[in-house]
């Protein structure tokens, strides 16, 4: 591969696990974070849309100059926030977000449940969702204070047990989903706690996404 790949998230915390998970794969990746952390990556999201093309266009542009050819966008509702197929033209780079995942996944299931970190995450997950496939049917939440708990460590079967995380897949997979989606890459911190308290198959989009990176 040429030069490292950028790696842009929303807060420190997670832009870090996404160049761990590089780098776990040998993959060489460099941080940009996109806000300092989890309360103001959600108001960065409610900024107006030139704003956040702006600064995201400023980031890719300085993730090029350190020779950076390559972008894993490693967080949700940033790519739901921003317009990446149009920066990917802009500035050349091959560009990668969860929402490429999505429209793959979205037809292989009739009803689908996700928890994202927010509202803008879980709206930008559903339209891509819904725009892959018109008939699927979907249960989404969102917490804000699970992304919390992951950025203070919190141990996952704690953080699984604090936020009820298994009683929110029960009640999903009572209401026939096939799947709960992690749409958030704060969330694979718990995936294997909840994965221990909950028969509902697990959607983490990240392996497939270094898959379409390398493409």
């Known amino acids: 591969m040429d030069g490292p790949i950028a790696v842009l998230a929303g807060t420190p915390v997670d832009t870090r696990m996404g160049v761990e998970y590089l780098t776990d794969r040998g993959l060489p990746g460099l941080a940009?974070?996109?806000?300092?952390?989890?309360?103001?990556?959600?108001?960065?999201?409610?900024?107006?849309?030139?704003?956040?093309?702006?600064?995201?266009?400023e980031i890719l542009e300085a993730a090029g100059s350190q020779g950076c050819r390559r972008a894993f966008v490693y967080c949700n509702s940033l790519s739901g926030a921003v317009d990446f197929p149009a920066l990917a033209e802009e500035t050349g780079l091959r560009i990668v977000t969860p929402l490429d995942v999505y429209r793959l996944l979205a037809p292989r299931y009739h009803r689908l449940a996700v928890i994202a970190a927010n509202a803008q995450g879980l709206s930008g997950i559903e339209g891509v969702l819904l725009q892959a496939n018109p008939q699927l049917d979907l249960l989404g939440a969102c917490s804000l204070p699970v992304v919390l708990s992951v950025e203070a460590a919190t141990e996952p079967s704690?953080?699984?047990?604090?936020?009820?995380?298994?009683d929110l897949a029960a009640w999903f997979a009572g209401c026939g989903a096939e799947a709960l989606v992690l749409?958030?890459?704060?969330f694979p911190h718990f995936k294997d706690a909840?994965?221990?308290?909950?028969?509902?198959p697990l959607v983490d989009p990240a392996e497939e996404m270094v898959r379409m990176l390398l493409a």
């Open 194 to 200: 909840l994965a221990e308290r909950t028969a509902l």
């Open 183 to 186: 749409g958030c890459t704060h």
């Open 32 to 57: 940009f974070p996109v806000s300092d952390g989890p309360r103001e990556q959600t108001a960065f999201q409610h900024a107006p849309a030139e704003e956040k093309q702006r600064r995201a266009r």
């Open 158 to 166: 704690r953080l699984v047990e604090q936020h009820h995380l298994m």
